[in-house]
């Protein structure tokens, strides 16, 4: 009876167990789908809200290049009828006038002369033969123009065109408002550094031609001009006794950064044993072009090869590969990846984890040796201390110094240092390979315990799967180093140890 009573009752929990474990498994269900339906929606909206900040981007630059127009459009209308010229020097009871008929005569040689006034700037500091800007107000900007257009054609005027005898240059240019004339100043000092290929001004707006370009382009503020400016930082990294170059460089939409690699890395390469260069260089490796010939030519020559090739940057187009690690020696890198970031960037986060061998530092550690020490010649050094004049001092503290002194001279000269090595010697059985599947272990490990759920279960095999393998190689180098050790080794010496 009791047995049969104890049958139904464990029975019951089985069947209460059940139901609990049914009941459990559809909770988890629901809230499985529940999460995924969560998922997706903000899934749908990062894609949403990247969308939306690309457009907002796209439109604020367009108003701020509206903006910047409009600026110097209202800043060049005080100075739309004036002309700057320069080169021309200072003479006492000189007709300015008059070279402005013969600068007409010569660039526009069937034209009458136009209506204009002509000052010096700075005029009361100015000597014979100094150099000064000649400001020329015209009465019709039509007049302006032409004589502007007419130089700008020619570009080659010269002093003694004025009736001068030399053969200097004279230069005319817009007058600019302060901004204008900054910008354009920007401007002249990258095409001296060879990265534009022309500059000019054009009713109060600053044009650029980048080198190697077919058109210019209109440049409102220097932000504008960054985009012709491939910029770079440069890390001279000592890494386990290597010179390591870290090259990070940032080269602006439709920039050919191909010069500027090719000038630093001629400059820098033969320093360095190894090369890493790491950023968004705007060079797609993804599609046939000039830009990418080009570059490619150049990691060519310097044996530099990039170590992935995933696309980087998502658009709504398709994507591209723009940010790059690129490097002399890809067998160093132990490990790369790329990371997105949906509804802040539409360019992933490159990372890699380099692998270099870092020997622990030598550190020595010196001491008297109170056990290895001549005790004789100790006892005779102190017997022969003048211990006489100790009983001479009158004053306490010049017998204190004395003593002192002299045991002080005796114990560190028959108290010999000794100085010890503290690093350990290296296992020997611990190899390159050991060290390698140790470090993927340990990498394979972190990206579990990250993991997202829905992965989090094949992270976990592949660590399983690393880590046994790891542990498999240690002991089959612990095995083969004691094998090798006691197969070359004399027996006789064996056992004294």
Known sequence: MLMGQFTETRAMIDGLRNDINTKIDAVKSDLEEKLNDVKLDINSLKVECTTKFATNDAALKSINDRLGSVSQNVGALEFRNELIISGIPFQSGENLYAYLQEICKELLPSTSNPLASCKRMKLESLKNGDESLVVVEFALKSARDEVYSAYMRRCDLKLRHLGLNSDRRVYINENLDTAARKLKSAALRLKKAGKLASVYTSKGIVYVKQAGGTSSVAVFSEEDLNKFTTEG??????????????????????????????????????????????????????????????????????????????????????????????????????????????GLSQHDLIFASLDFDVAEPLTTTTYRDYVNFDAQSLKDAVLCIPWNRFYEFSEPEESVDFFTDQLKTVHDA???LRTRSNRKKANAWFTATVQRSMLERDLAYKDWQHATPDSKAQKRQLYNFLRNRANALVKRAKEQHLNGFLSNTNSNTLWKR
């Open 414 to 416: 028959y108290i010999p």
């Open 233 to 342: 930082l440069a890390l001279d990294l000592h890494v386990a006794g290597h010179r390591l170059l870290l090259f990070v460089v940032y080269n602006p939409p439709g920039n050919d950064c191909s010069n500027f690699l090719e000038t630093k890395l001629a400059e820098l390469a033969t320093k360095y044993e190894d090369i890493l260069l790491i950023g968004d260089f705007n060079t797609d490796l993804l599609r046939p072009s000039n830009k990418r010939s080009q570059f490619e030519s150049v990691l060519r020559n310097f044996s530099i090869c990039p170590v992935s090739e995933e696309a980087t940057y998502f658009h709504n187009n398709g994507c591209s590969q723009l940010d790059l690690l690129l490097t002399t020696s890809a067998e160093k890198v132990l490990r790369f990846g790329q990371v997105s970031f949906p």
